[in-house]
């Protein structure tokens, strides 16, 4: 039932975003899907905010160069000042490619050290943890479902919605039953 509700309240939740900071870190991690190892793209801000995330079936330069795209075009990011990546080559190629095409202006720095993004490794802990939990799952749809869910539950816990607190878990579940116009 979870699958059916995640991706709307991950649509309903985006409007209602604070904008991150212009210091991107990315990074990608695996999750379990049929016993093969799909990709999860995600994106978090210097102060630990989620800019965005996507699952991918491969890590690729094609896969980061859709992921940036759309984290750079999601309502409420603003364009970036400089992406930290680790050392995996997809992602120099994908920025290339998107100053190239004009999406990215080419003022935008990469920084490719492994160190600079601990702050994404350690936020990562999270959304793994309540995968974990699923022990796995059967479909990629099914997962890129749950995932959208996790994720924006994730996003209202760390206080990027408008005017909520972080600390505020009453006024969460308020946020959260107004989005979908129930009673609380």
Not at 32 to 38: A, F, T
Not at 74 to 82: A, E, T
Not at 129 to 135: E, F, G, I, P, V
Request: net charge positive; with cysteine.
């Amino acid at each position: 039932m979870g699958e059916v509700y995640a991706p709307e309240i991950n649509k309903r939740c985006r409007r209602h975003l604070r904008p991150t900071n212009k210091s991107y870190r990315i990074d990608e991690t695996y999750i379990k899907v049929k016993g093969k190892d799909p990709y999860l793209y995600r994106a978090i801000d210097s102060s630990g905010q989620t800019i965005d995330f996507l699952l991918t079936a491969k890590r690729d330069t094609a896969s980061a160069k859709r992921f940036l795209s759309t984290a750079i075009k999601g309502s409420g990011n603003p364009m970036p000042r400089v992406i930290n990546v680790d050392k995996n080559p997809a992602y120099p190629a994908a920025i290339e490619a998107l100053t190239a095409e004009g999406t990215l202006p080419p003022r935008v720095r990469l920084r490719q050290c492994k160190y600079l993004n601990n702050v994404i490794e350690q936020d990562h802990r999270t959304v793994k943890k309540r995968t974990w939990l699923a022990k796995g799952y059967g479909s990629f749809q099914g997962a890129w479902r749950t995932l959208q869910g996790i994720e924006t539950i994730h996003m209202i816990r760390k206080g990027r919605v408008r005017w909520l607190a972080k600390d505020d878990s009453v006024g969460q579940a308020l946020f959260v039953a107004a989005l979908f116009d129930i009673a609380a």
